[in-house]
């Protein structure tokens, strides 16, 4: 077996917020102690509701953000132990695709620029023919080099933000909610390119999603976070949930409505706060098979490297 090309270990992050001249200040962990590898042109699927962490922990793995504990090594190096020039060389192998491509894309800047701006950052200049090949790469018209963002549909749009992405031939590629702010019809036809992309090219991906259809379609194994904690990996997309948790999310399939989201249909009970985690198992106040050792003790990921579960009593 070859080493992985991401390996993960025990990784926190720690936020404070609030404070001031009489309240002191919030702390929470958005990131608990995740350990994972992801192996060359593996892609790993990260679920999970709205808060749970999915988005922090892409940023550390990127180290677009400092770790509170833990390191991250790509490529067999410890990226959380780099100096600045290092870090900018090793981040040329490594791309985010956002959420959000109207957000993430300069208005002012034409397409032209948008896709050299990657070459900037590395102190390279552009290759001669590139800005073509990537459009074409993303399925988009030469003709379109020199427009600016508004000009795009959404979809257009999202498509150049992988060509941003795709620009230094990264081998790493974190797709964060890529397809989240499309009409379905498009999202589809973004997975499809992402996906071919994804063969061609032989490229590693972090793929975060809410859609669990996607993740199943996009990924190769799949980790299910909640409050801040991986608390299940599926070994294959197909894998029957172990976790109550993990099977809730199944059942309610992620509603599409972000309004419905909070509401998981067979669970009850309250999220806790995450500045205040209760003793025990964080999913003990929903959980349908919570018992006493539950609301004591916190459940670890198990040994069990085949189908790794955090829970006493799993389905
Ligand atoms: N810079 C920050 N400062 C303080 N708290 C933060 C910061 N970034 C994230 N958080 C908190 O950390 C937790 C995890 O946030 P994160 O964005 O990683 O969740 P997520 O799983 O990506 O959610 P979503 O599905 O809504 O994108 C949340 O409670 C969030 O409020
Ligand atoms: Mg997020």
């Given at each position: 077996?070859?080493?992985?090309?991401?390996?993960?270990?025990?990784?926190?992050?720690?936020?404070?917020?609030?404070?001031?001249?009489?309240?002191?200040?919030?702390?929470?962990?958005?990131?608990?102690?995740?350990?994972?590898?992801?192996?060359?042109?593996?892609?790993?699927?990260?679920?999970?509701?709205?808060?749970?962490?999915?988005?922090?922990?892409a940023r550390l793995i990127l180290r677009l953000i400092e770790?509170?504990?833990?390191?991250?090594?790509?490529?067999?190096?410890?990226?959380?132990?780099?100096?600045?020039?290092?870090?900018?060389?090793?981040?040329?192998?490594?791309?985010?695709?956002?959420?959000?491509?109207?957000?993430?894309?300069?208005?002012?800047?034409?397409?032209?620029?948008?896709?050299?701006?990657?070459?900037?950052?590395?102190?390279?200049?552009?290759?001669?023919?590139?800005?073509?090949?990537?459009?074409?790469?993303?399925?988009?018209?030469?003709?379109?080099?020199?427009?600016?963002?508004?000009?795009?549909?959404?979809?257009?749009?999202?498509?150049?933000?992988?060509?941003?992405?795709?620009?230094?031939?990264?081998?790493?590629?974190?797709?964060?909610?890529?397809?989240?702010?499309?009409?379905?019809?498009?999202?589809?036809?973004?997975?499809?390119?992402?996906?071919?992309?994804?063969?061609?090219?032989?490229?590693?991906?972090?793929?975060?999603?809410?859609?669990?259809?996607?993740?199943?379609?996009?990924?190769?194994?799949?980790?299910?976070?909640?409050?801040?904690?991986?608390?299940?990996?599926?070994?294959?997309?197909?894998?029957?949930?172990?976790?109550?948790?993990?099977?809730?999310?199944?059942?309610?399939?992620?509603?599409?409505?972000?309004?419905?989201?909070?509401?998981?249909?067979?669970?009850?009970?309250?999220?806790?706060?995450?500045?205040?985690?209760?003793?025990?198992?964080?999913?003990?106040?929903?959980?349908?098979?919570?018992?006493?050792?539950?609301?004591?003790?916190?459940?670890?990921?198990?040994?069990?490297?085949?189908?790794?579960?955090?829970?006493?009593?799993?389905?």
């Open positions: 077996m070859t080493a992985p090309l991401i390996r993960i270990e025990r990784l926190s992050k720690r936020f404070q917020s609030g404070g001031g001249l009489l309240a002191r200040p919030r702390t929470m962990l958005a990131v608990r102690e995740v350990s994972l590898t992801i192996a060359r042109g593996e892609a790993l699927g990260v679920v999970g509701e709205s808060g749970c962490g999915k988005s922090t922990l770790p509170t504990e833990g390191r991250v090594s790509f490529d067999g190096t410890d990226i959380t132990a780099l100096p600045p020039a290092a870090l900018r060389r090793m981040r040329s192998r490594m791309a985010m695709v956002f959420q959000d491509p109207y957000s993430s894309l300069d208005p002012r800047h034409s397409l032209s620029q948008v896709l050299a701006e990657p070459f900037q950052i590395q102190g390279e200049t552009l290759p001669p023919g590139m800005v073509a090949d990537l459009l074409a790469q993303v399925g988009l018209p030469e003709g379109l080099a020199d427009s600016h963002p508004h000009q795009l549909s959404g979809g257009q749009r999202q498509r150049v933000g992988i060509a941003r992405a795709l620009a230094l031939r990264p081998d790493f590629l974190v797709l964060d909610e890529p397809t989240a702010s499309l009409d379905v019809s498009i999202q589809a036809q973004i997975i499809a390119l992402l996906a071919d992309l994804r063969a061609r090219l032989g490229l590693t991906c972090l793929f975060i999603s809410h859609d669990l259809g996607l993740v199943r379609y996009f990924c190769d194994r799949i980790v299910v976070m909640y409050l801040g904690s991986v608390v299940e990996v599926l070994p294959d997309p197909a894998a029957r949930p172990r976790h109550p948790y993990s099977q809730a999310l199944m059942e309610a399939r992620f509603a599409p409505d972000p309004a419905q989201r909070k509401e998981l249909a067979p669970l009850t009970g309250e999220i806790p706060s995450p500045f205040a985690l209760p003793p025990g198992c964080a999913f003990a106040s929903r959980c349908p098979r919570a018992t006493d050792r539950c609301r004591r003790e916190v459940p670890l990921l198990s040994a069990d490297p085949g189908h790794p579960v955090a829970c006493f009593h799993p389905l």
